[in-house]
């Protein structure tokens, strides 16, 4: 990667003021030569108000290196939030010796500068791109290090494991000498894989704040799904008809009620039928419906409940609709269900608020091959097998926790993947 001087507009457009951000070590320099004002010997952390040649009035704000956000000397240009004025700096910054930052650039360069580990770099993105409170808290919770401080606390545990497993095998031939007890290390052992497991676990809650709760709508043909799903989205998204099987693919879309993102699944009709499409249709719905962590299970008067037993342990919703009670297509009761929706997932909130939850897919995958490891350990202590074989199964279970905040070596590819998916100017 480039260390270059970058440059990047920091602010969307629209809005009354912009910013253009540099960093780098002749950020300073290069705003210098532009700007009304010497700020060549400028302190970090001051402001000051000029003039870039005859483009805007703006305010520059220095931070010199270590102590800025990147790490690096940072400059920031507070000017009218005009796209012209804005482009136009930019550009006399790219004369003047900048390149243009790509996506995420001056969060790399935070985290190569340790600044910040890689699970709170990447928490940058989930707080840039959060909707709601539950969103804006795991973010935060995730930026300030939470995470980190736990995995932290895991691999030193699992290093004082692994080095009293290679200390006895050091001293192997001194027969009176007893570094630590199996027993005892076994016990730590099956700590650390619970909390493993337990953060592994609480995915299924983060993914769900991060992208919305799953919520399945299912139930026989033509009971009003669709009518359902366009009622809860105010908009026609599925399509409406009085015959049977017209919904025959997965829709899916996303609302936020009362501050909570909800992910609706509107499937196929429930129902035995010869026809190909439509029997390919069903699959997939209950295929999808898997993943749900709501069901809301739909009938009419007369119509008996779907068959949902291969999705016990969500939480069901029973409605009938067509009645005075409920309507889809006149919307009465759809305030109510909306209620009961977010009463749900308040629960689950509430009784999480205090835990640490993981949102990225990344992360569950390395805490998964680390529980692998673990378990693998424990097996190894438990049957007593040789100190060197259980202290490689340790140590490769550091090294998938170190993944999550990039404390081994990430290949460039990897770094690549995930900071392009940030904006430009972050």
């Known amino acids: 990667m480039s260390m270059k001087t ?33 700020i060549s010997s400028a302190g970090g952390y001051t402001m000051h108000y000029g003039r870039i040649t005859d483009i805007d009035d703006v ?9 800025s956000y ?48 890689l699970s709170q770099a990447e928490a940058v993105a989930d707080l840039i791109a959060s909707q709601n409170a539950a969103q804006h808290r795991v973010a935060m919770q995730q930026m300030r290090g939470g995470i980190s401080q736990k995995l932290r606390e895991l691999r030193d545990r699992l290093l004082h494991l692994t080095s009293l497993l290679e200390l006895e095998l050091d001293f192997s031939d001194h027969e009176d000498l007893e570094f630590a007890d199996r027993g005892e290390l076994v016990e730590i052992a099956r700590q650390i894989s619970r909390e493993i497991s337990r953060l592994s676990g609480s995915f299924e809650q983060g993914n769900a704040i991060k992208n919305g709760t799953p919520v399945a709508i299912i139930g026989a043909p033509n009971v009003g799904k669709s ?26 879309d996303t609302i936020t009620i009362d501050g909570h993102l909800f992910r609706f699944i509107d499937t196929a009709g429930i129902r035995k039928t010869e026809d190909t499409i439509e029997k390919m249709g069903i699959e997939r719905s209950l295929k999808a419906s898997e993943k749900a962590r709501i069901v809301i299970l739909l009938t009419e008067p007369g119509v008996p409940f779907a068959d949902i037993s291969p999705l016990e342990g969500r939480h069901i919703i029973r409605i009938v609709n067509k009645t005075d009670e409920f309507s889809a297509l006149s919307g009465v009761g759809i305030e109510q269900l909306e209620r ?3 009463a749900t997932v308040r629960s689950t909130e509430n009784s999480t608020s205090d835990s640490l939850l993981i949102t990225n897919q990344r992360h569950k995958v390395a805490l998964d091959l680390a ?13 007593g097998i040789s100190g060197d074989l259980v202290s490689e199964d340790l140590r490769q279970c550091i090294t998938h926790l170190s993944e999550i905040v990039g404390g081994e070596i990430t290949p460039d590819e990897v770094l690549g993947n995930i900071f392009a998916h940030f904006c430009i100017g972050k």
């Open 70 to 117: 990147t790490g690096e000397d940072t400059v920031e240009i507070s000017c009218h939030g005009s796209s012209y004025i804005l482009k136009q700096i930019l550009q006399l910054l790219v004369d003047n010796g900048c390149e243009l930052a790509g996506p995420g650039e001056f969060t790399q360069r935070a985290f190569l500068n340790g600044k910040m580990d």
């Open 59 to 67: 305010i520059v704000s220095v931070c010199r290196a270590p102590r």
């Open 371 to 383: 529980s692998e490891d673990i378990c693998r350990a424990l097996d190894s202590l438990s049957i």
């Open 6 to 38: 970058i440059c990047a507009i920091a602010t969307a457009q629209g809005g009354a003021v912009g910013i253009v951000r540099v960093s780098g070590s002749e950020a300073i320099n290069i705003v210098n030569r532009i700007f009304s004002k010497d």
């Open 227 to 252: 009518t359902l799903l366009n009622a809860l989205l105010r908009d026609d998204r599925a399509i409406v008809s009085d015959v049977q099987g017209t919904t025959r693919d997965i829709i899916e």
């Open 340 to 342: 009961q929706l977010v």
